[in-house]
């Protein structure tokens, strides 16, 4: 591997990870990515158990312990603004691993700009 370039198109998890690995492992990389801003259509703001422990396997546990997020408890089905079912996420049993959502300050001020704004929350919505 170390005397060839890998070209990799896309930082998304599976490129940015891939590009980390090979680079570390002393491999020539080109990572091409066509945004040019981290800010992008939203996703990936729920770090699950499975993808944490990859991530910490990867060697970025305190990369991903610095990432502002709130811990997921638990998860709410309300069917006409009635709670029908709460289940608990194992979160003291998984520690460091359990499920949070990431809260960037970009997307926080963004969903109070948009409430200040006239924006509606609808109570069918999913509450941790
Ligand atoms: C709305 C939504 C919400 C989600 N929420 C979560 C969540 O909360 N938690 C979770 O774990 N997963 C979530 N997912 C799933 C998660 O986003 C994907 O599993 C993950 O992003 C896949 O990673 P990837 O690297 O394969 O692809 P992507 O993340 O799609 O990355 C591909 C990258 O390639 C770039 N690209 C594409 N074509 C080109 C090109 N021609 N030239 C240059 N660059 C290019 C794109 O811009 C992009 O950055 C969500 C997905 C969606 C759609």
Redesign the pocket.
């Known amino acids: 591997m170390r005397d060839k370039h890998a070209i990799i ?8 990870g891939l590009a980390l690995l090979l680079a570390r492992n002393g491999g020539r990389v080109t990572l ?4 040019t801003e981290f800010e ?9 158990p499975l ?1 944490l422990d990859m991530l910490r396997q990867m060697g970025l546990a305190d990369e991903m312990r610095a990432v502002p997020g709130d811990p997921f408890e638990a998860w709410e089905i309300h069917l006409d603004c009635q709670l029908v079912m709460r289940i608990e996420e194992p979160s003291a049993e998984l520690g460091d691993l359990a499920f949070r959502v990431a809260a960037p300050k970009t997307r926080s001020s963004k969903v109070k700009n948009s409430s200040s704004a006239g924006a509606s929350r609808s109570c069918s919505a999913a509450r941790a």
């Open positions: 198109v896309g930082a998304g998890p599976a490129g940015a091409i990515e066509r945004e992008r259509v939203f996703r990936g703001e729920g770090l699950m993808g």
